[in-house]
């Protein structure tokens, strides 16, 4: 399945990939200021950058084949989809006990307590289609879309 | 000194109905112009530290930042302006010379754009370029006082030549003053369009041998770097007697911009200066600079072309018909205006002469002894856009060499801070969370995408002079004619005003 690949040598740190990954799943994923400045809670990026100057790289879920936040989940919300291979969180039915966060081997689950309790991750922008929009708006390359595993 | 006279030089306006408190500006300046207040929970700056580099404004995802000029005002003085003052302000701070980054950015004139092209028009044919062959191919070096052919044979050999798809090359910036990640994108571009880039003073990196054909590699005053095996990696050789931004100087890295690699490239102790000094201090005289050119023909079998590059100064045509004869198969003469990755401000900004005039003294001058066909002339310092390139050819140039342009098309804003070492474009800066900002394969595409979009204007430009080739422009001043300049002018130049 293509997977988003981080080029650490040459990510920036600038976390443009966050910022539009939150807008993207936003209330106002079509306007960058509403959803900051509108969106009542502060919309959660779900991509992360880490960082330990000067190495810096963009963090998303995996989407693991053998995926362990799927087997830990309580209620089943949690699924990886057989079709797509995109491990997807079914918000209605999370409740919110963070299980899948504390076995994420890669820490890629974050806490959403913003509205109705639930686990945030990257669902490789599905529902947008096409490119994700971390990959979409990283202005150095430094994100790659592939279904070859990459290799500097 | 409690006070500081110094006022900020530039003003950072946040619109705040578009700010969205992301902090990519704070991450993104290096001079750390803006700062995130816990406290207040809102994004600030400090316009003093601002340089006007435009990475935040490019960077910031909603366009809520612009930088003005400062807008507080001296008394209006013609003599004593802004920045003349704050010069003396900061001298009395610091007891120290100015130092600055790129090119003369004062108002003198600028002879491209007092010079005007041709086009044909009834009497003889345009072409376009379009649907007819156009050739800018061109070699530089020497080339034979006369060709002997036997039965359709050359009967001697043409002495070495440097091949170029457009007459245009990268000139040269070390390793050290600007990052490997910039060299790289010059590198691969220049293998990518057919032409050449250059090492400047600072060795070749390892990474960078693989582009041996389309390098030319410097021996400058430092002999930073210099080795059989780097002698042997390019496609030709160039001594570097002097630089159009501080003729009569030398370079000066600075110990902080030595790293590992740095210093390994240049073959100098980690973390010491690397001083080149001003004088090659085996060239007193034209004799002296014969014996370097042919030391390294020798040491490359005279397999390569061996240039000499010098500063543009008073007596240039005289100096230029001494390397010819010294033995050098290219020129490379450097303009007034160009830039280094660090020089004393009044060395940059008043030392040296316009190149237009240089090119067409030196060019003059070689003809009339006969020996133009010994040397191939590059000029640069400050060659703009493709216009410049083809008022710089019929002027009398083979080639010019780009590195302002070409720096800009990386991502260069022009800030004057190169000397800093904190180039928040990546290009020159050695810290390598800023050298990671430029990704080399972009930057490659980008300075390839520049020399290509020249191509095809200077295509253009020829087709609607009626010519087919950059050969039959080359040196033909009737393509060009004066506008607004003097009668003296017009003659180094050997133009006609226009209307004549
Ligand atoms: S947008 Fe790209 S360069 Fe910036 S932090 Fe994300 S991955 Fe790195
Ligand atoms: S980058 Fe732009 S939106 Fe983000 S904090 Fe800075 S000014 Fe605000
Ligand atoms: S120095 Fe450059 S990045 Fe920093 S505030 Fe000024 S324009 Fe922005
Ligand atoms: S190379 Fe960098 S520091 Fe130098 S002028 Fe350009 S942007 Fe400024």
Not at chain 2, 304 to 326: D, E, F, L, Q, Y
């Amino acid at each position: 399945m293509k997977r988003v690949y981080a080029r650490e040598e040459i990510c920036g740190g600038c976390k443009l990939c966050e910022v539009h990954c939150a807008v993207a799943h936003s209330q106002y994923p079509n306007d960058i200021i509403k959803a900051f400045l509108k969106q009542k809670t502060k919309p959660i990026a779900r991509i992360l950058v880490e960082e330990g100057r000067p190495i810096s790289f963009a963090l998303q879920c995996r989407h693991c084949e053998d995926a362990p936040c799927t087997k830990a989940c309580i209620t089943g919300a949690m699924q990886k989809d057989p079709v797509t291979g995109i491990v997807a969180n079914d918000e209605t039915r999370c409740v919110g006990c963070w299980t899948c966060i504390l076995v994420c081997p890669f820490g890629a689950i974050k806490r959403d307590e913003s509205g109705h309790k639930v686990a945030s991750k990257c669902d490789l922008c599905a529902t947008v289609g096409g490119t994700p929009v971390c990959v979409q708006n990283c202005p150095n390359d430094a994100l790659v879309f592939t279904d070859e595993l990459w290799r500097r | 000194m409690t006070i500081s006279m110094s006022t900020p030089d530039f003003l950072i306006e946040r619109d705040r109905d578009r700010c969205i408190k992301c902090q990519v500006c704070v991450r993104q300046c290096a001079n750390e112009a803006h700062f995130w207040d816990e406290e207040e929970q809102k994004v600030k700056a400090n316009d003093a530290l601002c340089v006007d580099c435009h990475r935040c404004v490019t960077y910031c995802p909603t366009h809520a930042l612009t930088i003005r000029k400062y807008p507080l005002e001296f008394r209006e003085n013609a003599n004593w302006t802004a920045s003349t003052i704050k010069a003396i302000y900061r001298q009395a701070e610091t007891g120290g010379i100015l130092l600055t980054g790129m090119g003369n950015d004062r108002p003198y004139p600028i002879f491209w754009d007092h010079l005007l092209l041709n086009a044909s028009q009834v009497t003889n044919p345009s072409i376009d370029p379009l649907r007819e062959p156009m050739e800018l191919k061109t070699f530089l070096g020497r080339k034979p006082d006369q060709l002997k052919v036997e039965d359709g044979r050359l009967v001697e050999e043409i002495p070495p030549q440097l091949e170029l798809e457009v007459p245009i090359m990268f000139s040269a910036m070390s390793y050290g003053s600007i990052s490997l990640n910039a060299i790289k994108s010059l590198a691969a571009a220049a293998e990518r369009v057919g032409i050449m880039y250059n090492t400047g003073e600072g060795g070749l990196h390892k990474d960078l041998y693989k582009y041996g054909k389309n390098t030319i590699v410097q021996v400058a005053s430092g002999r930073f770097g210099v080795h059989p095996e780097y002698l042997q990696a390019g496609a030709a050789i160039e001594i570097k007697i002097g630089q159009g931004a501080k003729p009569g100087i030398g370079g000066h890295l600075p110990g902080e911009k030595v790293g590992l690699e740095v210093s390994q490239t240049r073959m100098i102790p980690e973390g010491t200066d690397a001083i080149s000094p001003a004088p090659h201090h085996d060239i007193y005289s034209i004799e002296d600079l014969s014996q370097l050119i042919y030391s390294l023909k020798e040491a490359t079998q005279y397999q390569k072309p061996v240039s000499v590059k010098i500063a543009a100064v008073h007596n240039i045509a005289a100096i230029a018909s001494g390397i010819a004869r010294a033995g050098a198969d290219i020129i490379a003469i450097d303009g007034f205006r160009g830039g280094t990755g660090a020089a004393p401000l009044r060395t940059r900004d008043n030392v040296g002469i316009p190149i237009e005039l240089a090119l067409a003294a030196v060019d003059s001058r070689l003809r009339e002894e006969g020996i133009r066909n010994q040397v191939s002339l590059v000029v640069g310092g400050s060659i703009r856009n493709s216009a410049d390139v083809v008022k710089a050819i019929a002027l009398g140039a083979d080639a010019v060499y780009i590195a302002t342009a070409a720096l800009i098309s990386l991502g260069c804003h022009l800030c004057q801070k190169c000397n800093t070492g904190k180039c928040n474009w990546g290009i020159a800066t050695q810290n390598p969370q800023l050298v990671k900002r430029l990704n080399p394969e972009i930057g490659a595409e980008r300075a390839a995408n520049l020399i290509m979009a020249w191509e095809h204007e200077i295509k253009e430009l020829l087709g609607g002079m009626g010519i087919n080739a950059v050969e039959s422009l080359r040196g033909n001043r009737l393509m060009l004619r004066g506008v607004g300049l003097s009668d003296r002018e017009l003659n180094i130049l050997g133009v006609l005003p226009a209307g004549e």
